[in-house]
């Protein structure tokens, strides 16, 4: 190592011992104050707070590829779940010390607790060691101290921020002459000490711990480098290590502590993570705002303003240079007026307010979201350690082109292009091994089988997800198929393998298929509950309809679906009976589910499979006739007959009528009414256009019983409420006109425009134009297609 011209040019700062370094963690003025000490003092070796099995992933800094925020990470080699961070961004004191040690030739090296230690530490305080920072969970007010030591001190000093408090007392104060490298550490150090004072360890024992080892690597480093050295930890620290503790009494500490197999490695990290609100402990408010102090060369007010300026017109917010100018004004004079040296976060965002967002919060989330937080994330270089899954993942990633972003973001996929389907299959496949980094959503182009829309962002701790997967395989479509063959053997429903192979099929798993279909019919053997079989249909319907897009061979698994049609077709009319209102509505849910399955399993071309929807007709018509079957049901029997003309309307109206007969119970009839219209099926404009069925339910609703219609109406109410507002307004004209007026629907509605008995010709004609504009009609064939059009809409 180049440390021979180092201790030549040593500078001052080790006359009372090493240079102890208490900083603030993501803090940007503690990290100028760091490199501005190292550049006076140069020690012989620079020691920083974190993991020592770390000392060995300290070069990787320098690579060209390590952009932060990143993070170390350990966890257990046999138990990957159980894991630590150490997070560092650009503007964090110990990333500056690594880059300064890096850049001088000087040794670097970590003196905090093993993370062997760390990890083995008693499962009561697994959510502090995820914290990376260590900081104990106390249940009394030295929780805010311990969390952040110069939070207490900027309360004390009356400043809300504790880094605006840094700013303002260390690097903006007026000093005379050359300014002192040393002297905020030096300040720093005694505030600390008194607060020790104050608060002791916090009655915790894991500092008392961590300290002691710290102690230990200090002493060894002295012994090696003499006092040029230099130590960058929490300045909660400072005074532990700075006091007078024999060497036996800190072994002892350290003596019989549990231990852990544990691998380390650097992974990416987002500002969003290191946020406060994430959880964790040593978090920051406003980690974008403080990147941006890190890296802006001068005028720091100014560059914000403009930044804020570009992100708000890029979403079409009117914001010219003159907002940007009086809003660094505006900043500048509240700064003056509060007291304070430069003007901060909160003077700049007070100025946004004001004068970009017009006094609005709606646009200042949005600045908060993107700018204050931010959503960078960090890359680290390839030669890092990973598991064979990680790097297997890294390859597909760059490969299908799907870079992870901390941004969330959707991302449309059209299955028929071969690259969309391997991002879908990788998608997928993570998402069976619990790497959640996509989560599919509702497509707003389109609904067909070949098309996915993913809301995508990767989040730091899918790098341990990662890990623990990698038990199963070192390539994501080998352990995605181990992983899906040991789900199938350990469900515990017939649900739960039918939502398995239809994710298998999805992620394009036919490996494990065999494997489980083989769990899916012996479930299906065993299984006797027709509301599981209903539950267990749809998802095998539709993994044949992803088997068609995607060119997977679903013979199988078409032969299991529809024996499960048969026993559901078998068990449910029995399965009906003496059903309370719970299991009525469940059962109805059900009943839908089932319909819509059989629709789809009959399309198919399978010969043995082409009367399946006759047999579901009669399983209906069963339904709808019984009387022990629940009204809700019932009902909703009848409508689905009707809706696939498998029942007249006739006949619809004929059963309508016993169901709401004087003899019927009102909470029955309601039942059955919820059950036909209701449910978001299409009922409101069904009783719009066939004033029979709404004169039997007006003749019946008007006929309940007063003492009854308080318990109907609940019902009544919730199965119109569900209909557009629309539909209700005309339906309670057509009851306002009442039985001799309605005549029919369309007639009924005579008086409103759109609602004639015959053709409007005036105003189909005004239409013409507009439809001939979107279609692109040339106007050659203008009075041809006016008169095709005009033929459509008579």
């Known amino acids: ?37 190292l550049e006076a003092a140069r020690p012989r070796v620079v020691l920083i707070e974190g993991p020592p099995e770390a000392d060995a992933l300290i070069p990787l800094a320098a690579e060209e590829d390590m952009r932060p925020p990143v993070a170390l990470l350990a966890h257990a080699v046999d138990e990957p779940g159980r894991s630590a961070f150490w997070p560092m961004a650009e503007f964090s004191p110990e990333w500056v010390a690594i880059r300064w040690a890096l850049e001088q030739g000087v040794p670097a090296r970590f003196i905090d607790l093993p993370a062997t230690h760390t990890l083995a530490w008693e499962r009561g305080a697994e959510e502090e060691a995820d914290s990376g920072e260590g900081v104990p969970v106390l249940d009394d007010v030295r929780v805010d101290v311990r969390v952040d030591p110069l939070a207490a001190l900027a309360d004390a000093a009356g400043y809300d921020d504790a880094e605006r408090w840094w700013e303002d007392v260390v690097e903006h104060r007026a000093a ?5 490298a040393f002297a905020p550490f030096v300040v720093l150090e005694e505030a600390m000490g008194a607060l020790r004072e104050a608060y002791g360890s916090g009655g915790h024992d894991r500092d008392l711990v961590r300290e002691a080892y710290m102690r230990l690597q200090v002493r060894a480093a002295r012994r090696e480098f003499g006092d040029a050295v230099a130590v960058v930890c ?24 549990p231990k852990v197999k544990a691998d380390m490695t650097w992974v990416p990290w987002t500002y969003r993570r290191l946020s406060r609100f994430s959880g964790y402990g040593a978090g920051i408010d406003s980690p974008g705002w403080y990147g941006h102090l890190f890296a802006a060369p001068d005028r720091p007010v100014e560059r914000w303003m403009t930044r804020v300026a570009g992100l708000l017109r890029a979403e079409d917010r009117i914001v010219s240079s003159a907002h940007v100018i009086e809003a660094v004004r505006l900043a500048e004079t509240l700064a003056t007026m509060r007291g304070r040296p430069l003007a901060g976060l909160s003077e700049t965002t007070d100025a946004v307010r004001a004068v970009m ?13 993107r700018l204050v937080v931010g959503d960078v994330l960090g890359e680290v270089p390839r030669t890092a350690p990973a598991v064979p899954l990680q790097r297997d993942l890294d390859r597909l990633q760059r490969r299908l082109r799907l870079k992870p972003e901390a941004r969330e973001r959707e991302v449309e996929l059209d299955l028929r292009k071969e690259t969309d389907a391997e991002r879908s299959r990788l998608l997928h496949r993570l998402r069976l091994l619990g790497v959640g980094w996509g989560e599919p959503v509702v497509s707003r182009g389109s609904t067909g089988t070949f098309r996915e829309t993913w809301r995508l962002r990767w989040e730091p701790e899918l790098s341990v997800r990662v890990a623990e997967a990698g038990v199963w395989g070192t390539t994501v479509p080998a352990a995605a198929t181990a992983k899906a063959e040991a789900d199938a053997v350990a469900a515990r429903g017939l649900a739960e393998v039918t939502a398995l192979a239809e994710q298998c099929l999805l992620a394009g798993l036919s490996g494990a298929l065999p494997a489980v279909m083989q769990a899916l019919a012996d479930r299906a053997a065993l299984d006797t509950d027709v509301g599981h079989l209903a539950q267990a249909l749809p998802a095998l319907v539709r993994s044949l309809r992803y088997g068609d897009v995607r060119g997977t061979d679903t013979g199988a698994l078409g032969e299991v679906a529809e024996g499960l049609a048969e026993r559901v077709f078998v068990g449910l009319p029995p399965a009906c009976a003496a059903l309370d209102a719970d299991a009525a509505e469940e059962t109805r849910g059900h009943v839908d589910a089932v319909h819509t399955a059989v629709g789809l399993l009959g399309d198919t071309s399978a010969p043995h499979q082409s009367d399946l929807r006759g047999r579901w007709r009669a399983v209906l018509r069963v339904l709808s ?23 007249g309307q006739e006949e619809a109206a004929r059963l309508m009528g016993l169901a709401l007969s004087p003899g019927a119970a009102p909470g029955d009839a309601a039942a059955w009414i919820e059950g036909f219209v209701g449910g978001g099926s299409g009922g409101g404009m069904l009783l719009v256009h066939d004033e029979r069925l709404l004169g039997l339910v007006d003749a019946w609703l008007t006929g309940v019983p007063a ?51 015959e053709l409007d010709a005036d105003r189909a004609d005004a239409v013409l134009p507009v439809v001939r504009s979107l279609l692109g009609l040339d106007g050659d064939r203008e009075q041809a297609e006016d008169n095709n059009l005009a033929g459509v809409a008579g």
């Open 234 to 257: 929490g300045a909660w620290h400072v005074p532990a290590l700075r006091r007078k503790v024999a060497v036996a009494a800190d072994r002892a500490l350290l003596k019989g502590l």
């Open 625 to 647: 006739g019984r009387d022990s079957v629940p009204g809700v049901v019932r009902g909703r029997a009848v409508r689905l007959l009707l809706d696939d003309e498998g029942l």
């Open 707 to 757: 003492e009854a219609f308080t318990d109907v109406l609940p019902l009544l109410r919730r199965t119109f409420s569900a209909y557009e507002p629309g539909v209700r307004r005309t339906l309670g004209e057509l009851v306002r006109r009442g039985p001799g007026e309605r005549g029919s629907a369309v007639g009924a509605a005579a008086g409103i425009p759109g609602f004639a008995p």
């Open 357 to 369: 967002c017009e006094g609005s919060d709606v646009p200042l989330a949005l600045v908060r979201d």
């Open 176 to 180: 005379a002459g050359e300014r002192d």
């Open 1 to 37: 190592m180049a440390t021979a011209g180092v201790e030549g040019d040593r500078g001052a700062g080790f006359e009372a011992g090493p240079l102890l370094l208490g900083v603030r963690h993501h803090g940007p003025g503690s990290a100028r104050a760091v490199r501005g000490a």
